[in-house]
Nanobody, 118 residues
């Protein structure tokens, strides 16, 4: 079983920054790519960014240049972690943010709320 724990959400003014953390623990051997989704009220969950075990990244167009995904897979304390540095936040970035990890199936974190005020 894989457990994902997110942290770092909160309330920020437009133009501000936040960093989201996601720590994976449990049966993480063989974990390949990880990433972040978000879901705003009344909208579908959308993929924002992914990162492979070797550090290759992809981004959604709307966050390219503002968000940066990174990963620490040194496996200290038998954990793997990803981060999402979010800069120049906009009110439309308000959503619940979820991390995921892929090991033969997709595992999800519980979500963390990000609210950007105008």
């Amino acid at each position: 079983q894989v457990h994902l724990m997110e942290s770092g959400g909160g309330l920020v003014q437009a133009g501000g920054s936040l960093r989201l953390d996601c720590v994976a623990s449990g049966s993480i051997d063989g974990m390949t790519h990880m990433g972040w989704y978000r879901q705003a009220p009344g909208k579908e969950r959308e993929l924002l960014a992914t990162i492979t075990a070797t550090g290759a990244t992809t981004y959604r167009d709307t966050v390219q240049g503002r968000f940066t995904i990174s990963r620490d897979n040194s496996r200290d304390n038998a954990k793997d972690a990803i981060y999402l540095q979010m800069n120049s936040l906009r009110p439309e970035d308000t959503a619940v943010y979820y991390c995921y990890a892929w090991i033969t199936q997709k595992y999800w974190g519980q979500g963390t709320q990000v609210t950007v005020s105008s």
